[in-house]
């Protein structure tokens, strides 16, 4: 018998190349080997598939069955596969026709009852389907997920009967509607809220507006981590382009996406986590923390209790916006264009330097406590602020405030300030690279004395100086300055403190 082609594809960080699946009949003894560097879990597939096909009321071949997965150099595994195969065994020996097969392409995993059950990954599946200008089938289980594609051609089915009748069925079928417009992303929690903190509050609103890497230090209970939850609430609004790409890294994951669409992430991993958990990777490479904070926010709270080694392993995602995980055959990329945001107590006990408690510890411990963060690390972070305990609540609705802005407020100068940054280089102040920086952020005469000065004194890195040049730049464009002047380069140095007591 000749065999049969089916279409299907692969999971290769956020992108799914083509697979094809030649499934072909010969004499011998029963049996369905599958070939093309298929991991276990897909070789396994060949008894799901078995009692699949019984349990639909389809005949079994008692021939030998051989299953290629092309190309072969690409790792295959999940059961994403299993579908593919089954209607290739049904194709090669003739229970269906192969031309109803054409122009279309299929994932999902088999039950022994032949019910599809969902599989992750399926909005990458769905966006490379449709730029190949094919058809979808996929599992009923995954359709909310499909339903976020605009103008993507998906049909959901439950089980292989009822699949294969929609491929015989005249006419197209009902494909899943489009159902992004619809979902309601939860709020925000409000800036508004949160009284005082009036420098802490101005660094949050340049690091929004410039994409900069912001750390808070104070002791326990001043506000730190209630500050960064709301960091998310003053960024931009995604784009369609920016939740899709986030989607598809949360696909990966089996995350729910109804309730993340286009919301900006906020992953706050615990201090205890691996390197692995926080840049990704596994025998089979998934995104870690800091892909699935990808258009949005890192929390890094209690930022010394965090392994060094998986500290020192952001520093190349924080410059390069992405994360390579490499295999003895293969590398795999995953986005990571996000925003640290690191809290962290001054000592071990967290109150020195604090007016209203004493500190027990020694300056030996001190040291080596503000020690477990290296500087080059540390270099990288561009806004340090120290944040005290407020007088009054943290919480309060208080109409002396004088710092009581919202988030919308805020959200509105970081929107204007971004636009501005848009316009003039494509990407914001912090993505800058060194030939863009002399062009866009050249100070005036006044602050590049300033910045001489002050890199002579502190004795600052030139990476330093960089991005001290970029923050001025963002606090420019907050107050739609052309040039950058000493006020802004002055400002920037201030919140470049230590982050320390």
């Not at 992108?15 to 298929?38: H, Q, R, Y």
């Not at 990808?294 to 080694?309: A, I, K």
């Not at 001190?366 to 009054?392: E, K, N, T, W």
Request: aromatic residues 4%; hydrophobic residues 40%.
């Amino acid at each position: 018998m000749n065999p049969s082609t089916i279409h299907t594809s692969a999971l290769n960080g956020v992108d799914a190349p083509s697979v094809t699946v030649e499934v072909g009949i010969t004499n011998g003894l029963p049996g369905i080997t599958i070939v093309g560097l298929a991991r276990k879990e897909v070789r396994e597939s060949a008894s799901r598939v078995r009692h699949a096909l019984r349990s639909s009321k389809f005949e079994m071949p008692l021939s030998s069955i051989t299953v290629n997965l092309a190309p072969v150099e690409l790792p295959k595994s999940g059961g994403r596969y299993d579908i593919p195969i089954a209607l290739g065994i049904l194709a090669a020996s003739k229970q269906i026709d192969p031309a109803i097969l054409a122009g279309v392409e299929f994932l999902g995993e088999l039950a022994l009852t032949g019910a599809l059950r969902p599989v992750p990954g399926v909005l990458p599946s769905l966006l490379a389907a449709s730029r190949r200008g094919r058809t979808l089938f996929l599992p009923k289980a995954n359709s909310s997920e499909a339903g976020l594609v605009k103008a993507a051609r998906a049909v959901a089915v439950t089980d292989l009967r009822q699949l294969v009748d929609c491929l015989y069925a005249h006419g197209e079928p009902e494909r899943v509607a489009y159902s992004g417009d619809r979902v309601r992303a939860a709020a925000y929690p409000e800036l508004k809220d949160v009284i005082e903190m009036a420098q802490a509050k101005r660094a949050m609103e340049i690091a929004a507006a410039g994409g900069h890497n912001l750390l808070l230090s104070g002791p326990p209970g001043a506000g730190k981590s209630m500050l960064a939850k709301r960091f998310p609430g003053l960024l931009p609004p995604m784009s369609e382009e920016e939740a899709l790409e986030t989607a598809s890294l949360h696909s990966l994951k089996g995350i729910t996406l109804e309730e993340s669409w286009r919301r900006r992430p906020f992953r706050n991993p615990h201090h205890t986590c691996s390197v692995a958990a926080l840049v990704g990777g596994g025998a089979r490479p998934t995104p870690g923390e800091i892909s699935l904070a990808h258009n949005g926010v890192l929390f890094l709270d209690e930022l010394p209790q965090f392994r060094r080694d998986a500290l020192e392993s952001l520093r190349e995602p924080l410059e390069t916006r992405n994360i390579v995980v490499s295999r003895a055959r293969y590398t795999v990329t995953f986005p990571a264009r996000f925003q640290l945001l690191a809290a962290m107590n001054p000592c071990p006990c967290g109150f020195v330097g604090d007016p209203q408690r004493e500190c027990r510890c020694t300056p030996e411990a001190v040291r080596r406590y503000q020690g477990r963060i290296s500087g080059p690390f540390l270099d990288r972070v561009d806004l340090r602020v120290h944040v005290c305990r407020p007088a009054r609540p943290i919480l309060a609705d208080d109409p002396r405030d004088g710092n009581g802005i919202s988030s919308a407020q805020v959200r509105t100068r970081v929107v204007e300030a971004r636009e501005i940054q848009m316009d003039r280089s494509a990407k914001c102040n912090a993505e800058l690279k060194d030939v863009e920086l002399r062009v866009h952020c050249h100070p005036r005469q006044d602050g590049r004395a300033l910045l001489e000065h002050a890199a002579e004194k502190l004795a600052l890195s030139p990476r330093a100086c960089a991005r001290i040049l970029k923050v001025a730049r963002t606090i420019a464009d907050l107050e739609s300055a052309v040039r950058v002047a000493e006020r802004h380069i002055a400002e920037a140095l201030a919140l470049r403190g230590s982050g320390f007591s």
